[in-house]
């Protein structure tokens, strides 16, 4: 029972670090695609817990791909976007609304896209 309440205060850690990454926008991983790299954000914040955490260091040794995986991140993104359109789609309800959209190609030939919802409120 102790490990089971540790792996999910751990777990919520994951989380917590998984979320605040996605509101600051900032990448989780790095250029290198090696599970458990040390040179992305995310990692570099797990670490950084660690040292006022052993028990996270521990754990992250003892199970090494366990909720860490780039897998694992995008599952725990999917699920927190999806939580964010449920939100929007109950605040807009039955009003009226519009939605634009806008794409561009970065030096890298990367494209991005940005969503804007827009609806009246009530108030």
């Given at each position: 029972?102790?490990?089971?309440?540790?792996?999910?205060?751990?777990?919520?850690?994951?989380?917590?670090?998984?979320?605040?990454?996605?509101?600051?926008?900032?990448?989780?991983?790095?250029?290198?695609?090696?599970?458990?790299?040390?040179?992305?954000?995310?990692?570099?914040?797990?670490?950084?817990?660690?040292?006022?955490?052993?028990?996270?260091?521990?754990?992250?040794?003892?199970?090494?791909?366990?909720?860490?995986?780039?897998?694992?991140?995008?599952?725990?993104?999917?699920?927190?976007?999806?939580?964010?359109?449920?939100?929007?789609?109950?605040?807009i309800g039955e009003r009226?609304?519009?939605?634009?959209?806008?794409?561009?190609?970065?030096?890298?030939?990367?494209?991005?896209?940005?969503?804007?919802?827009?609806?009246?409120?009530?108030?």
């Amino acid at each position: 029972t102790t490990e089971r309440k540790q792996s999910r205060e751990i777990l919520l850690l994951i989380l917590k670090t998984v979320k605040f990454l996605a509101r600051q926008g900032l990448a989780l991983r790095g250029a290198s695609k090696e599970c458990g790299e040390v040179d992305g954000n995310f990692m570099q914040i797990l670490s950084l817990f660690s040292d006022s955490k052993p028990e996270l260091l521990r754990w992250m040794e003892r199970r090494r791909d366990k909720y860490i995986s780039a897998e694992i991140q995008n599952e725990l993104l999917k699920i927190m976007a999806l939580r964010v359109l449920r939100t929007i789609a109950a605040n807009i309800g039955e009003r009226r609304f519009t939605i634009m959209a806008d794409e561009t190609t970065d030096c890298r030939t990367i494209e991005q896209c940005v969503i804007l919802i827009r609806w009246v409120d009530e108030h």
